[in-house]
């Protein structure tokens, strides 16, 4: 077994139970979190902000009934870092590029999720073509049947009248002074 050794504090957050661990970790490894905890907590000296039980308790965690969209990106992500360079789902594209696509995908997710009135003024919507899109992978057994399923998210996401495809792009357009601050905060 591997051993783990800590040398500074480490904090553990343990999500309520309506709320997913997966749908957690689209929301905390969002762009508005990190806007959020930006604007919010103090700097390590680092640059970077720290996550301290004060600053996190602080976070608008979002909760919704329609969570199962993010938790299968999240799997597929977590299954795509799992896989590493073991295994390639797609033989012209590295795994990290999926990483990155999917990432980018479940930040705008939750950005509709946050920004809901905005999006809908727009007529920008992901949630609701992720339902659609994303197929579980939990229940398949083998390493092989989740692989094809990710690839087919992948090749559906690259068709150019992909509606997740299309609004991403859109997003940065259309809601340009909500989603831009977001992304661009360092």
Same mark, same amino acid.
């Given at each position: 077994?591997?051993?783990?050794?800590?040398?500074?504090?480490?904090?553990?957050?343990?999500?309520?139970?309506?709320?997913?661990?997966?749908?957690?970790?689209?929301?905390?490894?969002?762009? @508005?979190?990190?806007? @959020?905890?930006?604007?919010?907590?103090?700097?390590?000296?680092?640059?970077?902000?720290?996550?301290?039980? +004060?600053?996190?308790?602080?976070?608008?965690?979002?909760?919704?009934? $329609?969570?199962?969209?993010? $938790?299968?990106?999240?799997?597929?992500?977590?299954?795509? +870092?799992?896989? +590493?360079? !073991?295994?390639?789902?797609?033989?012209?594209?590295?795994?990290?590029? !999926?990483?990155?696509?999917?990432?980018?995908?479940?930040?705008?997710?939750?950005?509709?999720?946050?920004?809901?009135?905005?999006?809908?003024?727009?007529?920008?919507?992901?949630?609701?073509?992720?339902? $659609?899109?994303?197929?579980?992978?939990?229940?398949?057994?083998?390493?092989?049947?989740?692989?094809?399923?990710?690839?087919?998210?992948?090749?559906? !996401?690259?068709?150019?009248? +992909?509606?997740? $495809?299309?609004? !991403?792009?859109?997003?940065?357009?259309?809601?340009?002074?909500?989603?831009?601050?977001?992304?661009?905060?360092?």
């Amino acid at each position: 077994t591997e051993e783990i050794y800590l040398l500074n504090s480490a904090y553990f957050l343990i999500p309520p139970k309506n709320i997913a661990s997966e749908f957690l970790l689209a929301i905390l490894n969002s762009s @508005i979190m990190h806007y @959020i905890l930006h604007v919010i907590a103090e700097s390590s000296g680092t640059g970077t902000a720290r996550w301290i039980n +004060n600053n996190v308790k602080e976070f608008p965690i979002q909760n919704t009934k $329609r969570q199962d969209s993010f $938790r299968e990106i999240v799997r597929y992500v977590e299954f795509i +870092n799992y896989l +590493n360079k !073991l295994s390639i789902i797609n033989p012209h594209v590295p795994n990290s590029h !999926l990483v990155q696509l999917f990432e980018e995908v479940i930040d705008a997710m939750v950005m509709e999720l946050y920004f809901e009135e905005d999006f809908r003024k727009a007529s920008i919507e992901f949630i609701k073509y992720a339902e $659609r899109d994303f197929a579980p992978i939990e229940h398949l057994k083998t390493e092989k049947e989740k692989i094809e399923v990710i690839h087919q998210a992948y090749q559906t !996401l690259r068709q150019k009248d +992909n509606e997740i $495809r299309n609004n !991403l792009k859109l997003m940065d357009i259309k809601l340009a002074d909500i989603v831009m601050p977001i992304k661009t905060a360092k």
